[in-house]
């Protein structure tokens, strides 16, 4: 069964996608960029605060059917400019442990609104779809 995930602690989608889908046991996150939810403004501070922000976002959407970044399997890195790569990396580092997930990078023209970055990421779930503790909006 395909499900739209949303989550209110992420900005809202700005057309006509969903935050998140769930199939069986795959979650597919849209890409998020670094938008604070409570204001819909891009935070200020350069790359390094829109990555920690979008990460932050990401991880919201991922918690509405309990899942982490431990459960990522795949993500999509696209950035404004390669020269970034360095401090992105070095925020991305922080939120993924071993195994990491797989991973693409690339430089864009140009981002929605503008942003800096744009992450979008696929993650896995036990075989019920469940976070398996029962917690979860999706139990």
């Known amino acids: 069964m395909k499900k739209a995930i949303e989550s209110k602690n992420s900005p809202r989608a700005i057309g006509p996608y969903s935050q998140a889908i769930k199939i069986n046991n795959l979650i597919f996150c849209s890409g998020q960029v670094g938008k604070d939810p409570k204001t ?3 935070v200020e501070g350069g790359v390094d605060k829109q990555t920690k922000q979008v990460l932050e976002n990401l991880k919201a959407v991922l918690a509405e059917v309990g899942a982490d ?3 990522v399997v795949k993500t999509n890195v696209y950035l404004k400019n390669i020269v970034d790569f360095p401090k992105m990396n ?8 071993k195994p990491y997930p797989t991973r693409a990078t690339v430089e864009v ?3 929605p609104q503008d942003a800096l970055i744009e992450i979008d990421c696929i993650a896995f779930i036990d075989e019920k779809g469940c976070c398996g503790e029962g917690s979860c909006n999706c139990c």
């Open 109 to 111: 023209a140009r981002l």
């Open 69 to 71: 970044f431990s459960n």
């Open 40 to 42: 819909n403004a891009f």
């Open 90 to 97: 070095e925020i991305y580092a922080s939120y993924f442990q």
